[in-house]
């Protein structure tokens, strides 16, 4: 009776959410007194899967099958079934992402078990009973969620857990067939479109993220945000006015009805921080709000701002990261 | 072809969240409710398909109690067909994912449309649940719709792209951005959709799978810091030195 964790992976490498997911589930095994097992997804090596060792997993399952280096929710859910039933798992614990509630919502129903996405802290346990924080309300709230049933599933909000790193551990990888069929690849892609990121970080996966709003006045002047994106290594997002008028892609829109971030870092440039705004990046551990306008609600949910003209404030603040060296 | 499109009644996106003094409930005292808005790409997409397609009907579907009749009309006005409400309170994504399963089964829908997440409690996880129970493929979250015949082709959200995804009906789809432009009801929706037919039904199925014990409102910040523009510099060292996150 394991924890298992499903680790999703992207071009040989196991992506940042999935670390913060393997150190949930091997604490959650240590305080049920048991190990966690991982089971890979995505497009993995052998070397970077023994490593989760350093974030408490003792052994990782693979599925060596090439069709699963791309996300197939039938194939994904029937695979993560399996390494379930052969760990008899009564834990698991994924990524709060498209594919970990695409077959985390699968998973429920199949294995009978009590979901709850978006979670933010480890778990309360009471007995059988696991009581989990989760985000609500689009980050204008918080739940807490008691899951009673024998089986629970828990998806983590990226950057809520810190990822453990104790060096020199090593998982053990074993290989691993969920004799997979045609029929589970029924909504295999027939094609995969990365975005082209300017800088390489991904928006879901960034620590740091720099955003521009309606008062960057035109997409002419974003090299000024992607200029201190670049910098810090931050990913750049906008405010859904932006998008709506074609300024940035959808992809970069933070907010309530865009992507919710939670990142320690959230600099808003010209953003004048709507309420649905806010909702998708009060979870933010530092807020920095840049805006000419000094009773913009923005500056109420900030915990550092400037009041000043971006396009005078952004190229200082560009100079002063690259001093830093 | 015949779409359900499921949609939910949730507080207006400006609402400012309060809860019961007990913390167990929404305060729901003087709050607007409207069509989930991610529902309304699901709604707005169906239309236009059935629409293209010169035949078909589109069904919402809503789980909610008689209060959440004004938006059922509202989407009647924006170009539904008919409307199906489950004549109970929306307890988890569990209770409203059988009752959705049940009646699209019995409808046999061929396209089951929802928006990717409600803004309330932001579950994302009734799709996957109805596609599971009716044994059907689930393309979620879906930025494009399309249909040719039987099949439809997708393109579903991956984190830091997308897949292009062909499925044959039936199958469900939650949808986002920038599917459609949403669909805002004319005088003429307005007025027919007083006599569409509205059929309540009661509840199927087991209760729900999860309970919410407290809420609670996020900690409030400790109040901003200011900076004076011609020192923009001085934040970086502030961000590296004193909130160390840099």
């Given at each position: 009776m394991s924890v298992l964790v499903v680790v999703e992976c992207d071009k040989g490498e196991v992506k940042k959410s999935s670390l913060e997911v393997a150190s949930y589930g091997a604490q959650v095994a240590q305080a049920l007194g048991t190990t966690a097992t991982a089971v890979a997804v995505g497009e993995a090596t052998e070397a970077n899967l023994a490593k989760l060792g350093e974030q408490g997993i003792s052994k990782v399952l693979f599925d060596n099958e090439p069709r699963l280096k791309d996300f197939v929710n039938g194939a994904y859910t029937k695979l993560i079934a399996a390494a379930a039933d052969k760990e008899q798992a009564k834990v698991i614990v994924l990524a709060n992402s498209n594919i970990g509630a695409s077959v985390g919502s699968r998973l429920a129903v199949r294995l009978k078990a009590s979901l709850a996405t978006n979670v933010v802290e480890l778990p309360k346990i009471d007995g059988g009973q696991f009581t989990v924080k989760r985000g609500a309300f689009s980050g204008k709230a918080f739940a807490d969620v008691?899951?009673?049933?024998?089986r629970k599933i828990i998806a983590v909000k990226k950057n809520s857990i810190e990822a453990l790193h104790n060096g020199g551990q090593t998982a053990q990888v074993e290989s691993f067939s969920?004799?997979?069929?045609?029929?589970?690849?029924?909504?295999?892609?027939k094609q995969v479109i990365m975005q082209d990121q300017a800088g390489g970080i991904l928006l879901p996966e960034a620590d740091k993220v720099v955003s521009g709003g309606r008062g960057m006045k035109g997409p002419e002047n974003w090299h000024l945000i992607e200029d201190l994106a670049k910098a810090l290594g931050a990913a750049t997002a906008c405010s859904k006015p932006v998008s709506d008028v074609d300024w940035r892609p959808h992809h970069e829109h933070v907010g309530q009805t865009g992507i919710t971030v939670s990142p320690n870092l959230y600099i808003a440039c010209g953003i004048s921080g709507a309420i649905q705004h806010l909702a998708g990046v009060n979870s933010s551990k530092v807020i920095v709000v840049i805006n000419k306008?000094?009773?913009?609600?923005?500056f109420k949910a900030a915990d550092y701002g400037i009041v000043g003209d971006v396009f005078e404030v952004l190229p200082k603040l560009t100079q002063a990261v690259k001093e830093l060296g | 072809m015949k779409f359900l499109v499921c949609i939910s009644n949730v507080p207006d996106t400006t609402t400012k969240i309060t809860f019961t003094p007990d913390n167990k409930e929404f305060n729901k005292a003087g709050v607007q409710f409207v069509i989930n808005p991610w529902d309304e790409y699901a709604l707005t997409r169906a239309i236009e398909l059935k629409e293209a397609q010169g035949s078909g009907t589109v069904t919402v579907l809503n789980v909610g109690e008689a209060d959440t009749e004004p938006n059922i009309r509202k989407a009647l006005a924006i170009g539904a067909d008919d409307a199906i409400r489950v004549n109970a309170a929306p307890k988890d994504a569990w209770f409203v994912a059988q009752q959705i399963a049940h009646y699209a089964k019995e409808g046999g829908y061929d396209v089951i449309l929802m928006g990717k997440e409600s803004i309330d409690y932001n579950g994302f996880q009734v799709h996957g649940m109805v596609g599971e129970l009716l044994g059907i493929p689930t393309v979620a979250p879906a930025m494009k719709l399309d249909m040719s015949g039987n099949t439809a082709t997708l393109e579903r959200e991956i984190e830091g792209g997308k897949e292009i995804v062909e499925v044959n009906t039936p199958f469900v789809a939650s949808c986002q951005q920038p599917m459609c432009e949403p669909r805002i009801p004319n005088m003429r929706g307005i007025m027919t959709a007083r006599t569409k037919p509205l059929k309540v039904v009661e509840p199927v199925g087991e209760g729900a799978a999860t309970a919410v014990a407290e809420y609670a409102l996020p900690p409030k910040k400790q109040g901003v810091k200011l900076i004076p523009a011609e020192q923009a510099g001085e934040l970086i060292k502030l961000l590296r030195n004193e909130a160390k996150v840099i």
């Open positions: 008691v899951l009673s049933g024998e969920a004799q997979l069929s045609d029929a589970d690849f029924a909504d295999a892609p306008d000094p009773e913009a609600p923005f | -």
